[in-house]
């Protein structure tokens, strides 16, 4: 599998020749293998980009992302087709049923809140308890929202009471960076898949381009809080951004056994996705700190 994330945070031409990526900035050239690349952040609005090498992306499944003026994630290039079964993959996903999305977005709901309980545990914090309680609480399709009513408590415990999500403080903009980053990786498996990311299980905005994405992406969410939490003090300038970016190159256990976040996101979408397509059971990730 590829494996690398080139960043771009200033001026240059980036181009395609002989399987490489090349990146120019005044008289310096880099190469980079194509078959090295899972995905490139284009970090400036001062980056041009021939059309040849988008084509040789699209191609080779590397994902592309591209930040506005303020260096926030604001949109990504997707394949019209990833796979030759494509049209069977969308019919398909058009039949499923509602309760099978609800049992599935049950057990999502689950394993997300059992990451945040665990998070609170590795950092003693007391409402750990808590959001453990919650977990046997969820039902079917999460009816009763022990989702939002964990997130609330969560968050209150891991950034302190006066923190509130969306407002445009140093956390909140750390996180989203992250989240979007988090969003652009599951986009890419679903569209790989033959799948689209427009059809959800639980989220449903017809203005969201991404609901499918926003349902696969929640246990996952943990990783970018817990790295939030731990440098939460500092503000998001180019180096805090890198790291964040090699988060996904970190290894974590899934379905017992050690992968990198990339890989495990490959595979996590992959087997979730099964659950209608093969009746396979859904394969938790859990958060291990």
């Not at 592309?64 to 079964?85: A, T, V």
């Not at 009763?144 to 509130?164: I, S, W």
Request: charged share 25%.
């Amino acid at each position: 599998m590829s494996f690398r994330t080139v960043v771009i945070t200033k001026q240059a031409k980036i181009s395609y020749k002989n399987r490489f990526l090349v990146v120019k900035q005044d008289i310096d050239e880099k190469y980079i293998h194509l078959s090295e690349i899972d995905t490139i952040i284009v970090d400036s609005i001062s980056v041009s980009i021939s059309s040849y090498l988008l084509k040789e992306l699209v191609n080779n499944k590397i994902n592309i992302i591209f930040c506005d003026e303020k260096h926030n994630p604001f949109g990504e290039l997707q394949p019209f087709y990833s796979r030759h079964n494509s049209s069977k993959k969308i019919t398909n996903q058009t039949k499923w049923t509602i309760k099978e999305k609800d049992n599935l977005w049950m057990f999502i709901v689950k394993n997300k809140i059992t990451n945040q309980a665990f998070l609170l545990k590795k950092i003693k914090n007391k409402q750990a308890n808590l959001i453990f309680s919650y977990i046997d609480e969820v039902t079917i399709g999460d009816k009763t929202n022990r989702e939002g009513h964990a997130a609330k408590v969560y968050f209150n415990a891991l950034f302190g009471k006066k923190f509130v999500r969306g407002e445009n403080d140093n956390i909140n903009i750390a996180l989203n960076y992250g989240y979007a980053i988090l969003l652009s990786t599951i986009n890419k498996e679903i569209v790989n898949n033959g799948y689209l990311t427009q059809l959800g299980i639980h989220h449903k905005n017809e203005f969201n381009p991404f609901n499918l994405a926003c349902d696969l992406m929640e246990p996952f969410r943990i990783i970018i809080d817990s790295f939030v939490y731990y440098n939460k003090e500092r503000e998001l300038d180019t180096n805090y951004k890198l790291d964040i970016v090699n988060i996904f190159n970190n290894t974590y256990s899934y379905n017992k056994k050690k992968y990198t976040l990339k890989d495990i996101i490959t595979l996590y979408v992959k087997n979730t996705l099964e659950y209608f397509e093969n009746k396979k059971e859904y394969k938790e990730f859990i958060y291990e700190g």
